[in-house]
């Protein structure tokens, strides 16, 4: 079976291992249309102009993309198209070139980091002999292998059906061997793509079905945690900009975390607690990237439900990254297809990680405004999640968001009351503590959502009205 083609199989217990084991030894070949001038178009909102990728950043990232699953990458090529061609993309004179360097390096796979129709793809295949994969397919590829919960298996899995559902051209004649002979069973005049055709759509119905429920399970979490006084802060943005290390750095998780693009897949939430004593969930989710499937981010839906019901998102920019700007609109283009308006002022914070990479003058001059609100109200704060510099400042501003309109009360408790004093410390903010012989005297600030279980616990012991903080 062709290493690419274990798509359709059946899901397994373990997480997918890399279908190109076989294919080790690849060369990156990154197109750039020079039909289309350079240009700073406005964005959606039609507010700041769009910036342009460099082309040596796009390289970078594709090599990195075919090293997140281990390939040989030998050549990293950029191919100028002056217009792409409907058969090959790219032009005959570039295509020979490249099976040559195919032949000499003993190169197995050729990722083009381009958009590819079928047709594209087989006619570079039968070029080149060698396996094609667009970058659609690396990314889905590098799902695959990161997938270790069942809901991450099922929604790649999901993916990979229907990025492969139009590009029946030879590759799913195994499929038939799930069905214990079904590719023989097609009634008069049905072709083995149909039959296939017809199997990836019942497979994608019971995969859309499982995933249905890992939603209304999800739900039920949210819903749970919602009982539970502690706002949830999502961590948003471009794939390798330190979302992982920031998320250890808060909560000592030991959350997997490289250099590495898609280091993280799987969503995990875990409690922080906040300068003045409360709690947060703190949800890290998967990386964003520049044309980042439509498909894909649909597949992903049921975990990118976190960010769309957090209270508080940190857009973690890597502010050291040339392309960072590029790479801030590819997120917010993201959190639109997700209903969330990443210029909220409300909700969204700007987290400018990997200040200590900067050179000393930029990063002393960034360091130094420390948090600033932007044009739209948007507020930044420069920090590293390496060294924990600017963590603290950012630990503060996410608390003050979470206790904005907090209702504020004034209790009076006796020392005795050692087991209510402990919860007030664990689930409100406390402003102040007094202590004597007879009392202990605390001001706190309670979320909305936990007025009704503070007021039946600790109601009798308020001697200053609730007043919006």
């Known amino acids: 079976m062709d290493p690419i083609e274990s798509t359709g199989r059946r899901s397994t217990g373990r997480a997918p291992q890399s279908r190109l084991a076989e294919a080790v030894r690849a060369i990156v070949v990154v197109p750039v249309r020079t039909d289309i001038r350079e ?24 090599v990195g993309l075919a090293a997140a699953i281990d390939l040989d990458v030998v050549e990293g090529l950029v191919v100028r198209l002056s217009q792409p061609r409907p058969a090959t993309l790219i ?29 594209q793809q087989r006619n570079l295949e039968k070029a080149w002999n060698a396996k094609v994969l667009d970058r659609t397919g690396l990314i889905l590829e590098i799902f695959g292998e990161r997938a270790r919960t069942r809901e ?25 061997r799930q069905r214990g002979g079904f590719g023989f069973l097609g009634g008069p005049g049905e072709t083995q793509i149909e039959a296939d055709r017809r199997v990836i759509t019942e497979r994608i119905a019971k995969l859309e079905k499982e995933l249905e429920g890992v939603t209304r399970t999800r739900a039920l979490h949210r819903k749970t945690r919602k009982k539970v006084p502690h706002p949830v802060v999502a961590l948003v943005g471009y794939t390798n900009a330190g979302k992982s290390t920031l998320f250890n750095r808060l909560t000592d998780a030991g959350v997997f975390a490289k250099d590495l693009l898609f280091a993280t897949l799987d969503p995990t939430l875990r409690r922080v607690r906040l300068p003045h004593g409360g709690e947060m969930i703190l949800s890290d989710t998967v990386g964003f990237v520049s044309d980042l499937p439509t498909h894909l981010v649909a597949a992903f839906r049921a975990t990118l439900e976190e960010v769309i019901e957090a209270d508080l998102i940190l857009h973690v920019r890597d502010i050291a990254h040339e392309d960072t700007l590029a790479q801030a609109r590819d ?7 997700l209903g969330v308006d990443p210029r909220d002022p409300q909700r969204m914070i700007e987290v400018l990680n990997k200040i200590d990479l900067l050179d000393p003058e930029y990063r002393e001059k960034l360091v130094a405004e420390g948090q600033r609100a932007q044009a739209d109200g948007l507020v930044t704060i420069p920090a590293s999640a390496a060294t924990g ?3 603290d400042r950012l630990l503060g501003l996410i608390e003050d968001r979470l206790n904005r309109d907090r209702s504020s009360f004034r209790l009076s408790l006796p020392p005795t009351e050692g087991e209510l ?13 007094t202590d004597d012989a007879e009392a202990v005297t605390l001001q706190v600030r309670v979320p909305d959502k936990a007025l009704d279980l503070f007021r039946s616990r600790a109601g009798r012991f308020i001697t200053g009205a609730g007043a919006k903080a």
């Open 39 to 62: 240009r700073a178009e406005p964005s959606e909102t039609g507010e700041t102009p769009r910036p342009q990728r460099s082309v040596a950043a796009r390289r970078e990232e594709a």
């Open 91 to 119: 032009g005959q004179g570039k295509v020979d070139e490249i099976k040559a360097s195919v032949e000499a390096n003993g190169v197995g796979l050729v990722i083009v980091d381009h958009p590819l129709s079928p047709i």
């Open 152 to 176: 991450g298996r099922l929604q790649v899995e999901l993916a990979h059906l229907n990025y492969q559902k139009s590009r029946l051209v030879r590759s799913w004649t195994h499929l038939e």
């Open 331 to 337: 997120v917010e283009d993201v959190l639109r297809q």
């Open 389 to 391: 510099e600017g963590l």
């Open 421 to 433: 004093i402990a919860w007030l410390h664990r689930s409100t903010e406390v402003l102040a503590r």
